[in-house]
């Protein structure tokens, strides 16, 4: 460049050489042919974090499905002999022989000191741990009755991986079924949200104007009240009187119908500005109608940002039936969810003394972590500017 003088603009004369197309490899014309929703799976795949926890997420929503199954008791059943009975770890060797996964039997006695039950190891009680056995009589999804299960205890012995709580209930048996309500309380309520988001911030987007204004006051009003007090307010309106489905799908709509604001807002500024595109007055022109226009031309065109919408706000709603289940607001007995176990374990004192009732926290923790990086690695697929 000489001075303020610009440099020249240079063009090729050569002809266009039309057999450089030709020339490309398999694997460039594979990339250069691909949809959109194979290069967001390319991308995908790329982030190791995300994929892992779309494997955990996939194991955990899998187990939903025969909770009943791999669950060691049946999740009512009580041993009054093992009331608050801690934790029974598995060993493979037994002086020095392998024996296989066994537990070792417990040795009761209450300390007449502090009236605590105490409960100790007896390595002369090795029980070994059964597998694809027959058990606990349930019914599985509630229609159909059944005793197989994945693992058993022996028989006449015990097997409490993570403790027994105040009525002699197996925890992880609890945590096992209790995953099914708590996961698809995300699920039901994302559906309600999504749909409640997408219509709204559609025709506020699509039509502007006065409609515009009104659906922008109503999503402003809903937003100005603080979250957690709002779901209070509305759980303990729910009659107590309801039977637990009735309970379960009144906090799962209440979850859904204050969840949708933010996507509606989305999808709004999305609109707002793929309205003025061409193929958008394009599809006007031929005359199709404005909820075509806006299911068939325009949502197709951020679907992968809605995707990422979905994964990050699952877990806000895994959360809140946690949080109100907690404080005794949500679902209650004899439905369980992990926010009902962790109900049970609000005293200090059971904290102090029997720590493992604290164990269901856990799962809830790998969920939401596991939804935020699965939604997080979708979010880096989807931007093409990535």
Same mark, same amino acid.
């Given at each position: 460049m000489n001075g303020d003088r610009a440099p020249e603009h240079y063009v090729s004369p050569?002809? =266009? !050489?039309v057999t450089s197309i030709e020339a490309m490899t398999p694997a460039q014309e594979r990339y250069f042919l691909a949809s959109q929703w194979t290069l967001m799976w390319w991308k995908l795949r790329r982030h190791r974090l995300a994929v892992i926890s779309g494997v955990v997420l996939g194991v955990l929503y899998f187990s939903i499905l025969v909770s009943e199954v791999l669950a060691p008791y049946n999740l009512h059943s009580r041993d009054v002999n093992h009331l608050f009975a801690p934790p029974q770890r598995l060993?493979?060797?037994h002086d020095g022989a392998l024996i296989g996964p066994f537990v070792y039997g417990y040795d009761y006695r209450l300390n007449m000191d502090n009236l605590r039950r105490e409960y100790t190891p007896? !390595?002369?009680?090795i029980q070994r741990v059964r597998f694809f056995c027959l058990g606990d009589d349930y019914e599985f999804w509630g229609l159909v009755p059944g005793r197989f299960h994945v693992m058993c205890p022996a028989d006449g012995g015990t097997l409490y991986l993570l403790g027994t709580d105040r009525l002699g209930r197996d925890v992880l048996s609890r945590m096992i079924e209790g995953a099914r309500v708590s996961l698809t309380v995300g699920l039901v309520g994302i559906t309600i949200s999504f749909m409640?988001?997408?219509v709204f911030g559609g025709v506020s987007g699509y039509y502007g104007g006065w409609i515009d204004s009104l659906?922008?006051?109503i999503i402003e009003i809903i937003r100005s009240f603080p979250e957690l007090p709002l779901w209070m307010a509305l759980s303990a309106a729910l009659p107590v009187n309801w039977n637990p489905i009735l309970i379960y799908f009144g906090i799962t709509i209440i979850l859904g119908l204050? !969840?949708?604001t933010g996507l509606a807002r989305a999808v709004r500024s999305k609109l707002l500005a793929l309205r003025e595109e061409d193929f958008a007055t394009a599809a006007m022109l031929l005359g199709a109608r404005p909820a075509r226009i806006i299911f068939r031309h325009l949502m197709p065109s951020f679907a992968s940002h809605l995707i990422a919408s979905a994964t990050l706000s699952v877990p806000a709603?895994?959360?809140g039936e946690t949080a109100l289940s907690f404080l005794g607001l949500g679902l209650r007995p004899p439905i369980t969810s992990w926010g009902v176990l962790l109900n049970e374990a609000q005293n200090i004192n059971v904290v102090a003394l029997y720590p493992w009732l604290m164990l269901p926290v856990l799962p809830v923790i790998v969920t939401v972590l596991a =939804?935020? =990086?699965l939604g997080d690695g979708l979010r880096d697929a989807a931007d093409p500017y990535r």
């Open positions: 050569e002809p =266009f !050489d060993h493979l060797f007896s !390595d002369e009680k409640l988001g997408i659906v922008q006051r204050l !969840d949708w709603m895994i959360l =939804f935020n =990086f």
